[in-house]
C-alpha cells in the first residue's frame, strides 16, 4: 500500500497563519519570545511554553553570583542528594495542616527534643519540659523570644503596680540587624554595650551595668556576624544572678546561637552558654547555618513552658483539628523542617564532631597562612574559641588602597568575600570575612588564598589614580542602583548601624 501526501499551498498555510494557529519554532532561541522584552511589571496577555520559560529565566540567574564562592553568607549551600530528594517529594506540603500531615509535626516535635537535649535543657521533672518551634530562621526565632521576655516582663510589672511603657534590652552594638528589627517592631529601647578597638564583643560588667528595673533580658551572642567570637555568657550569668538578688528582678539571658549553636557543642563541649546557666531561659538557633540546611529554617527553644506566656500561643481548629501556634507565619513548607531532621540522624554527634572540626582545622589553616603573608592582621579567635570564619584587616595603614578594594577585584576572580566596617564606635576599623563552610576544602581554600595574594600583588602595582577611578565606578554603579530601587522601591529605612 502507498500512502500519499498533499503538498499544502501558500493560500491553506496564509489561512492558517490568519487563523492565530501558526506554527513557532520549538527552539528556545528559535522563538519570538527571545527576541522580545520578557515580561518584568505587568501580567502577560498570553502564555508562552513551559520550556522557554523556564530557560529564560535560568538565563537571568547566570548573573547571579555562584553560591560556593559565597564566603559572605553563613548559609548552607550544599546538602547531599538525599536530603535534597526529600526536599523536592514534600514541597507540596504546608507544615501547619497538623491534622493533614501529622507526621511532618511529629518530625518537628523530634528535631526540638535532639536540640533541646543538645542544649542541655533540663530533663528531671515533666511538670516543667522545655518548649520549642521552627521557624523561617533566627530573625523569626528571635522576634519570639523578645515577645516572650517582654510580655513576662509587662506581667510582673502589672503584678506590681508598676509602669510598663518603657522596656528595654541590653546588647552589644555588634548584633546582628535582626535584633535592631525586633526592638523596633516592638517597641523596645536598645541598651547598647558598645566595643572598643581589641574588645569586639559584649562587656559582661558592662552589660550588667545597664540593666536596671525596665530591662527585659539580656541578649548574648554565640558567635559575633563581625568577628565570629564567642561572648562570654558565664559571667554574664554570674553578675545579672548577683543583681538580681540584689533587686528582686527576674532578668533572664537569650542567648543569639544563630551561628554557634550547631558548632560549640561539637568543637568546644566544656564551654558553659547554654541552658546549664540559671538565667538562660531561650536560645535560637539557624538550622540553615551551621545546622547544615537550605534557608529557611530555625529553631526557637525556651528552657521551659514558664517561659512561654500562655496568651501568647493561638489555639485554632479550623484545619480539622485543635492545634496550638506560635509563630509569626502559618502557612509554611514542611520541607525543611524534614531536611533539619533528616540532617539530625543522618550525622549524629560524631558525623556534626567530624565536619565542625574539619571547619575549624580550615579555618586555622586559612588564618596562619593569611598571617604569615605579613599584609594582613586577624581579628577572628581560633582553636574552637569561636565561628569557623576568618576576620582579616590589611596590616599597613598607609597605602593607597583599603578593604573595599581587595574584595572589589576579588569579585572580578569571581569570590565573594565582603569588606565592612566595624560596629558604632569602632566603625573606623574595615576588615574582611571568610565564612568556611561545609563544602570549603582545603583545596578551595588555597585557591582562595593564590587569588587573594594575585590581587593585593596587582593593587601594589596599580597607582592612587587608577585605584580612585575604579573604586568612583563602582560607587557610581551603586548608587544607581539604589536611585532604581527608590524608584520602584521606596525609600528604605536604613539601621544607624554601618554593616558594609
Not at 248 to 277: C, E, K, M, T, Y
Request: aromatic content about 10%.
Amino acid at each position: 500500500m502507498v500512502f500519499l501526501s498533499n503538498a499544502v499551498s501558500d493560500t491553506r498555510l496564509k489561512d492558517k497563519n490568519e487563523s492565530g494557529q501558526a506554527l513557532f519554532s520549538t527552539c528556545v532561541y528559535g522563538s519570538r519570545w527571545t527576541k522580545e522584552p520578557i515580561p518584568k511589571y505587568s501580567l502577560p496577555e498570553e502564555e508562552m511554553p513551559s520550556h522557554i520559560a523556564y530557560k529564560l529565566i535560568k538565563d537571568d540567574l547566570q548573573l547571579d553570583g555562584n553560591p560556593v564562592l559565597n564566603l559572605a553568607s553563613f548559609v548552607t549551600t550544599y546538602m547531599e542528594e538525599e536530603a535534597e530528594k526529600l526536599m523536592a517529594e514534600n514541597l507540596s506540603k504546608n507544615f501547619i495542616d497538623y491534622e493533614e500531615y501529622p507526621v511532618s509535626v511529629e518530625l518537628q516535635n523530634r528535631c526540638v527534643n535532639i536540640i533541646a537535649r543538645l542544649f542541655n535543657a533540663p530533663m528531671d521533672n515533666p511538670d516543667s519540659e522545655a518548649m520549642g518551634v521552627s521557624t523561617i530562621g533566627s530573625s523569626e526565632a528571635i522576634i519570639l523570644a523578645v515577645l516572650a521576655m517582654k510580655k513576662r516582663w509587662q506581667k510582673r510589672r502589672i503584678a506590681e503596680g508598676k509602669p510598663t511603657d518603657k522596656p528595654n534590652l541590653v546588647m552589644a552594638a555588634s548584633v546582628q540587624v535582626c535584633w535592631e528589627k525586633a526592638t523596633r517592631y516592638l517597641e523596645i529601647e536598645e541598651n547598647f554595650v558598645y566595643l572598643t578597638e581589641g574588645t569586639y564583643i559584649l562587656d559582661p560588667v558592662k552589660a550588667v551595668e545597664l540593666v536596671d528595673e525596665n530591662t527585659i533580658g539580656v541578649c548574648v551572642i554565640l558567635g559575633s556576624t563581625y568577628t565570629g567570637h564567642y561572648e562570654d555568657a558565664k559571667t554574664v550569668n554570674e553578675l545579672l544572678k548577683q543583681k538580681n538578688e540584689e533587686n528582686g528582678w527576674d532578668v533572664s539571658i537569650h542567648i543569639d546561637a544563630a551561628s554557634g549553636g550547631f558548632v560549640a557543642p561539637f568543637v568546644n563541649p566544656d564551654l558553659v552558654w547554654d541552658f546549664r546557666l540559671d538565667l538562660v531561659r531561650s536560645i535560637n538557633v539557624s538550622g540553615h547555618k551551621y545546622g547544615l540546611c537550605y534557608a529557611g529554617i530555625g529553631w526557637a527553644i525556651w528552657k521551659s513552658k514558664e517561659y512561654l506566656p500562655e496568651e501568647l500561643i493561638f489555639n485554632v481548629n479550623y484545619l480539622g483539628s485543635d492545634q496550638a501556634s506560635f509563630t509569626l507565619n502559618f502557612s509554611k513548607g514542611a520541607a525543611n523542617v524534614i531536611s533539619q531532621y533528616y540532617i539530625l540522624i543522618r550525622l549524629g554527634r560524631a558525623g556534626f564532631t567530624s565536619i565542625m572540626k574539619n571547619l575549624m582545622e580550615i579555618a586555622d589553616y586559612l588564618a596562619q597562612k593569611l598571617e604569615d603573608t605579613n599584609v594582613f592582621d586577624i581579628l577572628s579567635d581560633r582553636n574552637g574559641n569561636g565561628l569557623p570564619l576568618v576576620a582579616f584587616k590589611l596590616k599597613i595603614k598607609d597605602i593607597h588602597y583599603d578593604e573595599f578594594d581587595v574584595a572589589q577585584r576579588l569579585r572580578e576572580r569571581g569570590w565573594i568575600v565582603p569588606a565592612y566596617t566595624m560596629a558604632p564606635h569602632t566603625q573606623h576599623i574595615k576588615l574582611m570575612r571568610v565564612v568556611v563552610r561545609e563544602d570549603f576544602s582545603r583545596e578551595r581554600c588555597d585557591i582562595l588564598l593564590q587569588d587573594l595574594m594575585a590581587t593585593v600583588e596587582l593593587l601594589n602595582k596599580l597607582d592612587k589614580d587608577t585605584i580612585f577611578k575604579k573604586r568612583t565606578a563602582t560607587a557610581n554603579w551603586n548608587l544607581l542602583k539604589s536611585v532604581t530601587r527608590a524608584t520602584f522601591g521606596g525609600v528604605k529605612n536604613e539601621s544607624h548601624k554601618t554593616n558594609g
